[in-house]
C-alpha cells in the first residue's frame, strides 16, 4: 500500500535548525513531484517547497526562500526539507505530498510531523 511517512519534526530555538524525512513506499517515487506543505493553527495549509521528479528543479514559498531547502534520493524513496534560520512563524504541522508527474489524480499525502520553534 501507498504510505508517506514524515520524521524531524520537533521543538527548537529561534535560529536553530531541523531537518524533516519523508520516507516514500508502494509507488514508482521516481514518477512523482514531490512536495513540503504546512499548516498553522488558525491558517491555511500552504505550501513550502517542491521539486522535480528528477530532483532537477525547485520551488519555495517566499517566506522560506534562503532559508529552506528541499531535497530527493530516489534510490533510497526519500525526500527531506532542511530548514535553517527557523522563526517562530515557521511552527507549522509540516506535510509530504507525492504527485505522479503524468496522471496527477495520483496524489498522496502523509499523516504530517510537528514542528514548533519557541524560546
Known amino acids: 500500500q501507498v504510505q508517506l511517512v514524515e520524521s524531524g519534526g520537533g521543538l527548537v530555538q529561534p535560529g536553530g535548525s531541523l531537518r524533516l524525512s519523508c520516507a516514500a513506499s508502494g509507488f514508482t517515487f521516481s514518477n512523482y513531484a514531490m512536495s513540503w506543505y504546512r499548516q498553522a493553527p488558525g491558517k491555511e495549509r500552504e505550501l513550502v517547497a517542491r521539486?522535480?521528479?528528477?530532483?532537477?528543479?525547485?520551488n519555495y514559498a517566499d517566506s522560506v526562500k534562503g532559508r529552506f531547502t528541499i531535497s530527493r534520493d530516489n534510490a533510497k524513496n526519500t525526500v527531506y526539507l532542511q530548514m535553517n534560520s527557523l522563526k517562530p512563524e515557521d511552527t507549522a504541522v509540516y506535510y509530504c505530498n507525492a504527485v505522479h508527474v503524468v496522471f496527477k489524480v495520483y496524489d498522496y499525502w502523509g499523516q504530517g510531523t510537528q514542528v514548533t520553534v519557541s524560546s
Open positions: 521539486i522535480t521528479s528528477t530532483g532537477g528543479s525547485t
